[in-house]
């Protein structure tokens, strides 16, 4: 029995030990996953490109499980199955050769197998749903089933266009997907650590209030970390816009705009929510203040910082332009407008309609991904993809602003047009941020 104790302890011990080594490796980890997630986006961005690296990667793989085989065939020489195994090496290695040397239209064979066997599951995940028993839960199977079967049949109604794009995109979705996990794990093995301040939850620190020790020095780094990210959010939004959306041949498009946006507010989280909450925004200041997870005494300095920061973005920016014999302001400088100044015509009023819409489910997902209950060190994530999509619906419509600081930095130096239209960029955000922080709070938080 004393032999008994002692082998569990020793099993206590070690598992203790292999505990503790996980913990110091969090950072780790956490720097893995963001480095995924980062090669998702970067996938996602260039779709064409991630699907021929994709294919060249299964005919590598192909070309390498062949030659294991072949390998193996003449190490263990069983007669019986040499030829065999010879003959399934060879197969390997030549379609894996035929994969690397043509992938796109190895990745169009791909991307029809694919849709073919998501509309199989898809109809056979449905059938099955209806066999169910009654207390079971159809309704979940059944939508899971029509969503395959829907998905899969938009791939092979677009294939074979289709084949340019999916394979990319399925690997920009899993990188990210699996960085979010690393980073998470990462994040709550710090947590167990006792560390309760998890990095890059948005608004997290307003939890607690944050007024308690005035406006001294601890709310002075609040709002130096604000100004910074804010800067860093306009700096690297605007910037592509300016520098990168229509360089000739390379350019970025409306795709890489919108995910540089969604990428300065995941990695501005990381880095400075922790001190302010990572706002950046007015919109997003008000909203948590109605939601109950701001001081409305902080809100004022909170704007003015996020203003200058702003700002202070733009006219670095602008400088940086003028390095280039064809800049001029009338262009616009990716200021927000409507009417004539809309990049695709629309009128103020749908200008003022997407905005507030918009601006609304932007809080909602913030508020929603911060709550105590949401997964530790997902939310910049969410948040930034959150962006992303704004961006990809609204740079048509308006430029995308739903961020007063951000559509404020622009005007101030384009001056006219973009200064009278300035109203909407103010009012329809911060209409979205107070009606998503009351939605929150009265219906969807912990307490509502």
Do not use: C
């Not at 030549?94 to 690397?100: I, K």
């Not at 979940?140 to 029509?146: A, E, I, K, Q, R």
């Amino acid at each position: 029995m004393r032999m008994s104790s002692l082998s569990s302890e020793d099993v206590i011990r070690r598992r203790a030990a292999e505990a503790a080594t996980l913990h110091e490796k969090w950072g780790w980890m956490v720097a893995f996953g963001a480095f995924l997630v980062l090669a998702g986006f970067v996938a996602l961005g260039s779709v064409v490109g991630s699907t021929v690296l994709t294919v060249i990667f299964v005919g590598a793989a192909m070309i390498v499980s062949g030659l294991v085989e072949i390998a193996y065939a003449f190490a263990v020489r069983s007669w019986k199955k040499f030829f065999l195994w010879i003959l399934i090496g060879l197969l390997y290695v030549v379609g894996g050769g035929a994969v690397v040397a043509n992938p796109l239209l190895a990745a169009g064979f791909l991307t029809l197998l694919l849709g073919a066997g998501l509309v199989a599951s898809g109809i056979v995940r449905t059938f099955l749903a209806f066999q169910l028993p009654k207390n079971a839960p159809r309704g979940f199977v059944v939508f899971s089933g029509v969503i395959t079967l829907l998905l899969g049949g938009v791939i092979l109604a677009k294939w074979p266009y289709s084949s340019l794009w999916v394979l990319g995109t399925f690997l920009g979705v899993d990188l990210i997907f699996a960085g979010a996990s690393w980073m998470g794990y990462g994040l709550s093995l710090k947590r167990a650590e006792g560390d309760a301040e998890a990095v890059g939850v948005i608004g997290d620190e307003s939890r607690s209030d944050s007024m308690q020790n005035g406006f001294g020095k601890e709310f002075g780094r609040k709002l130096f970390a604000e100004f910074l990210g804010t800067f860093w959010l306009v700096f690297g939004g605007v910037g592509s816009a300016l520098i990168s959306a229509g360089f000739p041949q390379l350019g970025i498009g409306f795709t890489g705009v919108s995910l540089a946006f969604g990428l300065t507010v995941l990695t501005g989280a990381y880095a400075f929510g922790p001190i302010s909450g990572g706002h950046f925004n007015p919109a997003v200041s008000l909203g948590l203040a109605t939601a109950g997870r701001f001081s409305w005494k902080e809100l004022g300095p909170y704007w003015l910082v996020q203003v200058l920061g702003a700002t202070f973005a733009a006219f670095v920016l602008l400088k940086i332009m003028q390095g280039n014999i064809d800049f001029s302001l009338a262009n616009g400088f990716a200021a927000n407008g409507y009417e004539d100044h809309s990049p695709a015509g629309y009128t103020w009023q749908s200008g003022f309609l997407i905005e507030t819409v918009l601006t609304t489910f932007f809080l909602l997902v913030i508020l929603g991904t911060t709550e105590g209950r949401a997964p530790v060190g997902f939310a910049p994530l969410a948040i930034g993809l959150a962006l992303t999509l704004i961006h990809l619906v609204d740079i048509p419509v308006t430029n995308a602003s739903v961020n007063p600081a951000r559509s404020t930095s622009q005007a101030l130096f384009v001056g006219g047009w973009a200064l009278e239209q300035l109203w909407l960029f103010w009012v329809a955000p911060l209409l979205g941020g107070l009606i998503g922080g009351l939605i929150h709070r009265f219906a969807l938080a912990d307490d509502a």
